[in-house]
């Protein structure tokens, strides 16, 4: 489960440094991150 997680996570950082580039996907990935794990996290308790 665990595992899964990260790895959906690694392939979407790395779809989003291709789209939006390095620097500005940082600041949009934090904003993302966070709605994204609201969404599961809070979704599965």
Avoid: I
Avoid at 7 to 25: I, N, S, T
Avoid at 34 to 42: D, R, Y
């Amino acid at each position: 489960m665990k595992q899964d997680f990260r790895q959906a996570f690694e392939q979407a950082l790395a779809v989003f440094r291709e789209k939006h580039g390095p620097e500005k996907g940082g600041m949009l990935l934090m904003c993302h991150v966070h709605e994204f794990l609201q969404n599961t996290v809070g979704g599965r308790k």
